[in-house]
């Protein structure tokens, strides 16, 4: 099982980023994917998951309105698209996979990437 993301880097407040979450190894399809972010110093927070029949369910309120989920289940890849950045939402971000139903919790999850760095400058 594998899950590697992408997209990450610096950007200004204000601005947008998409990452990329690429899975292999598993039936795709059949699993939830979630998006977490740590900052450093803070715990690990579910930012976004989106469910196998592609409802996403947010679990920041910091980011509804402003970040939206998407999957290609072709592709084997979910998407976090991110508008409006603020320097709050400098962080490390994951993705994470778990089967069947969503969840919000990082120990809900079975699979993880390696992360990739949000930098948000004011």
């Known amino acids: 099982v594998r899950l590697v993301e992408s997209g990450g880097g610096l950007v200004q407040a204000g601005g947008s980023l998409r990452l990329s979450c690429a899975a292999s190894g598993f039936t795709f399809d059949d699993y939830v994917i979630g998006w977490f972010r740590q900052a450093p110093g803070k715990e690990r927070e579910g930012v976004l998951c989106?469910?196998?029949?592609?409802?996403?369910?947010y679990y920041a309120d910091s980011v509804k309105g402003r970040f939206t989920i998407f999957r290609d289940n072709v592709k084997n890849t979910v998407y976090l698209q991110m508008n409006s950045l603020k320097p709050e939402d400098t962080a490390v971000y994951y993705c994470a996979a778990r089967p069947r139903a969503v969840a919000g919790t990082a120990g809900e999850y079975d699979y993880w990437g390696q992360g990739t760095q949000v930098t948000v400058s004011s």
């Open positions: 989106i469910s196998r029949s592609d409802g996403s369910t």
